[in-house]
C-alpha cells in the first residue's frame, strides 16, 4: 500500500509539471509515513515542504496543488487533508484496503519478502564461540538473533552467507587442553596440581573419559580419533577441541541454527595469514616499535591510542588474527559483512577497523557492521539461575533448550533489541497461558486452525473465489487489515536496522488485534457469505502469523 501511494504521488507531481503548476524537474527525496495519530490518515507526506524552495512557494500552497490531483484517486483514496506546515495526509478508501487481503492469499509463503538485496552476496557471521566448552546462554542469544537476521535477509533478497568462526588458538585453548590432561590423570578442580586457569565443568571430566577410551570424534572438517595417552599434551588438545566442536554443532541443530562456512582461526596462522597482514600493514607505513614490541597507528584511524600489535615475546595480540580473517572475508568476495557478537566485544570494533584500513586494501571505512547483544539473565522462581549442573560456572543453551523448548527459548531471545539487557524468566516461557508471550501468538494461529476445522465438520466449505471483502467494513476489522498489510514493511524496516524483535513486536500485535476480535466476533454465522469473509480475514492472519514465525525460526502449531 505504502508502495502504491508512491507510485501516485509521482504521477501526480508529473500531471504538475505538464500543466505547468510545478516546474522542478526532479523528484525529492521525499518520505512516505504512518502518522503517529491515526486521526491524521493512513499515511503522511513532507513533499509539499521539499518543493518550497525550489518552487519558491509556501508549502501549503504546493500542498493544495498536490491534492487537487491526488483527490481523482478515488479507487485508492478516500481523503486528502493538508495539515501543520505542508503535510499531505492521505486516507486510504476502505474497499482498497479490503482487495489488498487479495495480495496475502497471492503470495502464500512469499508474504513479506521483497527483492530489495537484488541477490548481492552478503555474509553473518555469528556465535563464534571458542571451543572450551557447552554454548551458554550469551552464545545462545547471538544464534537467535544471528540467525534471525540471516532470515530478514535472505527475505530481502540478499544471497546470505552463514560464518561460524572457531578460536581454536591461544591461551583459552591450552588451558583447556591442560584442564583436561589434569583430568585424564586423575586430578580434579580443588587439587593444588590443578592448572591454575584450568576449566571445572564436569564436562570436562566427559572429555577425559572420551578421550582415554581412544574415541573418535566427527566434527564439521575434523576427523579425530583419540590417542589415550595422558602425556601427550597436543593430542589432547585436538581431541578436545574436536570433541567440544561436535557438542556446540549439536546444541546449535537443536536450536535450529545452521552454518555454510566454518572458519578455524588455527588456519590463518598455518596458512601464513597472521604474519602476512602484518607484513603488508608494517610496509604501508602504519606501525613502529617501542619498548621491544610492534605499534600499530591505530590514532590514525580513529581510536583514542595506539594499540600493541606483537609483544615483546614476539606473540600477538589478540585483534591482530581478527584483522587477517577479515581480511580473508572481503577476499572472499563479501563486500558486505556483518557480525553479530556479544556486547564485550565492543573494544575490538575500532582496532580491527583501523588494521584493515591500514592493510590499505580497498576496504571501505565502517566495515565490517557489528551488531552487539548484552547479556541474558535468567530467572526461575523468582532468582537468578548461575550456574549448570554440567558446565558448573554457567547456565547452558542445552538446559533452556531442554527445559522451556527450542519455540520459547527462540523466541524470548530475540523478544528485546540486541543493545538491551534480557531477563529470561523460565517460569513464564513454560507457562500454557496468554500471559507467555509465545504461547499468546502461536494461539492465535492454531485458534484460527481450529475454527476452520470446526467449519468444516459443520459442513462449511467458504467458496473463496466469491468471496465478498466489503462485508470487512467493521473499524475492528480495517485495523486488522491495516497491520496485515504493514507486514512487508515492517520485515524490511527489521532487516535494514537488524533488530529481529520488531517482528515479536509485530507478532504480539497482531494476535492481540486477532483474539480482540474472535472474542467479540462470531466468525461462522449462518450469513454465508458474512462467514466466507471472515474466513478469509483469518486465513491471511493466520498466513501472516505462519510467515512471521518462521522469520524467528519458530513454529506454527495447529493444536495447542
Known sequence: MKQRIVEIVRAALADCRADGSISSVEDPAFVIERPAQPE???FASNLAMLLAKPERKAPRAIAEILAAKLRARTDLISRVDIAGPGFINFFIARQAWQQALLEIEASGERFGRSSA???????????????TGPLHIG???????????????EASGWDVTREFYYNDAGAQIANLALSVQARCLGIEPGDPRWPADGYQGEYIKDVANAYLSCETVDAGDQHVTAVGD????????RFAVAYLRREQDQDL??????FDVYYLESSLYNDGRVDAAVKRIMEKGHTYDKDGALWLRTTDFGDDKDRVMRKSDGS????VPDVAYHLAKWERGFSRVI???????HSTITRVRAG?????????????EYVLHQMVTVMRGGEEVKISKRAGSYVTLRDLIDEVGRDATRFFFVMRKPDSQLVFDIDLAKQQSLDNPVYYVQYAHARICSIFETATKNGVVPDFAKCRLELLDSDEESAIIRTLLSFPEVVAGSAAAFEPHRIVYYLQELAGEFHSYYNRNRVVTEDVELTTARLFLLKCIARTIRNALSLLGVSAPERM
Do not use: M
Open 117 to 131: 538485496g537484488a541477490g548481492q552476496k552478503l555474509q553473518v557471521e555469528f556465535v563464534s564461540a571458542n571451543p
Open 139 to 153: 552464545h545462545g542469544r547471538g544464534a537467535a538473533i544471528g540467525d534471525t537476521i540471516c532470515r530478514l535477509l
Open 356 to 368: 584493515l584500513q591500514a592493510l590499505e586494501a580497498g576496504i571501505p571505512k565502517g566495515w565490517p
Open 40 to 42: 491524521h490518515g493512513d
Open 339 to 345: 557480525n553479530e557478537q556479544g556486547a564485550d566485544h
Open 253 to 258: 541443530t537443536a536450536f535450529d541454527v545452521g
Open 316 to 319: 600477538y595480540t589478540y585483534f
Open 230 to 237: 595422558p602425556n601427550d599434551l597436543d593430542a589432547i588438545r
